[in-house]
């Protein structure tokens, strides 16, 4: 008997390979989701750090607001400038609607809190961007060894009737069919092969997407707590008040 995998495969049944094909299709779509995962992530890494860095030296410079504002077109592919961006576009479109009342720490505190608010919308929105695809990855990872224990029953079944069965060559010898067990046990082998991978990819993007979050977490909660600080007691108004602010730095962190 051959025992190569092109061997066993000839000897398989139809439901085992049925099953073989449904693992390698699992298989190729988890490769999918991996390699798209991983340029997404790298690419919005990549991109938000960017955006960081060149955000910093316009907040930091009285007058520069309106730059700020405009740098989130130019990272269209950063989650950190879909976060931050449109957040510092409401804060100025509030200080102007505001006027004269700009000068009012009860409105412009009322401002903070729906800029604030508005960023942790932003914030789940882009988590959940990221988190596309990994739930299937976490389903791949589950289901693949009860596939393969699927074709593995139904190859053991098919293995006892040949050893019950004299004219298949069976007569109670086990090494008549040893052919058809290690057929039935293929199918688990390949189903914990695909399950091992699932699930070792699936981690390492679990992992990634926390530190990510916490990178845009970290950004947007300095924005806030600093945009609380440099309009603490403003006394001025309209475009007065939006120079005062334009100290907020949200310092990149280190990833």
Known sequence: MDFSLLGLWNQMGAVAKVVVLILLGMSMYAIGIVLERFLTFRKGKQQSLAYLAA??????????LGEAVALERSYKDAPAARVMGPALNDFVAGLDSLGSAAGDAVEIELLIHGVTRGMERAKKREVAALQRGLPVLATISSSAPFVGLFGTVFGIITAFQQMADPSKGGGGGLA????????????????????????????????????FSAVIEDSSGELADQLTRSTRGAAHAGTAAAGNTAAIVPTPPTP
Do not use: H
């Open 176 to 211: 008549s069919v040893s052919a058809g067990i290690a057929e039935a046990l293929l199918t688990t082998a390949v189903g914990l092969a695909v399950a091992i991978g699932a699930v070792w990819f699936y981690n390492f993007f679990v992992t990634k997407l926390d530190q």
């Open 55 to 64: 955000l910093q030296p316009l907040v930091s410079t009285r007058g520069r």
